[in-house]
């Protein structure tokens, strides 16, 4: 299917990054739902995100964007606080791409506002571990679903509090309006020359 292979290439350098297991599992899961994930944009309402996160594949934009925040939030912790584990860093690479899976998938014309407990237990259902699941699942900060029955409050108290935060802030900062970092579009942009010529003039895009 042209979207599963597509899907692979667009996130190609964030799943190198990512170990066998969880690179196995993530690929099977882009041949479970390419449809919602690889063409709607990403919010419904237009209230939440910038003008490219509304565009056809807006959804895909979004999650890129995620990915590369997280990267820089990783990086400013681990010099400023400390080491984070790598088996660690690897479930929040993966809760990155993961993060909005359920984001539409019920019905075709607005998205799931639980699509955080959506997204983790479709995660749990395919084997991913509790971090990648949890992180999902309170990936909202304090609007997550969970934490709105008690009126947003608890996150502090949730298992592996500091790196779910990780996560939450790098959705923050992608889903504001300001951030319109251009990543290429999956049906026209040229990866592979983007790969081969990386650090030359004209293919400086930050994530290569
Ligand atoms: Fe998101």
Not at 12 to 24: A, S, V
Not at 82 to 89: A, L, Q, R, S
Not at 106 to 120: E, I, Q, R, V, Y
């Amino acid at each position: 299917m042209q979207e599963y292979s597509l899907l692979v290439s667009y996130f190609g350098e964030q799943l190198k990054l990512i170990d066998t297991e969880n690179r196995n599992r993530l690929i099977e899961v882009f041949k479970e739902v390419p449809e919602d994930f690889y063409y709607k944009p990403s919010t419904s309402s237009n209230r939440y995100h910038n003008s490219i996160d509304n565009l056809t594949h807006g959804l895909l934009y979004h999650t890129r964007r995620v990915c590369i925040h997280l990267e820089s939030i990783m990086k400013s912790y681990t010099m400023v606080v400390g080491e984070i584990k790598k088996v660690d860093i690897d479930s929040l690479r993966t809760a990155a791409i993961l993060h909005d899976i359920c984001k539409w998938s019920l019905n075709g014309t607005h998205t799931n506002a639980n699509h955080d407990t959506l997204g983790s237990d479709y995660a749990k259902s395919k084997g991913f571990n509790d971090l990648v699941c949890e992180a999902i699942r309170y990936h909202s900060g304090y609007w997550s679903t969970d934490l709105l029955k008690n009126g947003g409050k608890g996150l502090r108290e949730i298992p592996h509090f500091t790196l779910i935060l990780m996560l939450h802030l790098a959705d923050m900062t992608a889903s504001s309006a300001d951030d319109v970092m251009f990543i290429g579009n999956p049906e026209t942009f040229d990866f592979d020359a983007m790969r081969n010529n990386r650090g030359k003039e004209g293919y400086d895009v930050r994530w290569w």
